[in-house]
């Protein structure tokens, strides 16, 4: 299935979505880089009128089921996160002591060289690759594919022990971001 089949047709629709770094780089390896991403979701959620289900948060790739309020526009949202996330990662990557300070900076220079709207670094890939949730089955099987992606990878051995998603949260311990359950 090609990318343009996966776009955002009712901007305020529940959807699952997946952001991934540019190149599959594993930036989300170092703590720093994993509250950026916490904190603009939690921002979002505050601010952008984005409501996130369920997320996790990978070394390399970001899985949300959300939705926009209405009033607000998931694209829009997505924009903003991308765009602020960027820059905050590159930002963190130069004030960091980052062993993988230049190839970091390189692989993500290289791949926005080839994109006209990119000044200079792009670090996530363009699509955030929507899926349309309009079934219970559907949610279900999202929310639990996304919490099972730590055991899978065998960084955990139970989904609520991961730190960097919303499974503690349906297990019923607060989360890091602030997830609604009632879907």
Known sequence: MSSENYTIQDQNALYFLT??????V????????????????NYCIENKGMVVYAWCLMSNHLHLVAKAND?????DIIRDFKKFTAKKVILSIN????SRKDWLL?????????????????VWQETSHPILLDTNYL????????HQNPVRALIVQNPEDYVFSSASDYAGTKGIVLVDCEI
């Open 106 to 122: 390189y692989r993500f220079s290289y791949a926005g060289k080839f994109d006209n709207r990119i000044k200079n670094y792009k």
């Open 139 to 146: 949610i279900e099987q999202k929310i639990n594919y996304i």
């Open 95 to 98: 004030q960091e002591n980052e």
């Open 71 to 75: 009033g607000f526009r998931m694209s």
């Open 19 to 24: 952001f991934t770094i540019t190149e599959w």
């Open 26 to 41: 594993d930036i989300f390896t170092r703590s720093c880089y994993k509250v950026i991403i916490v904190d603009s979701l």
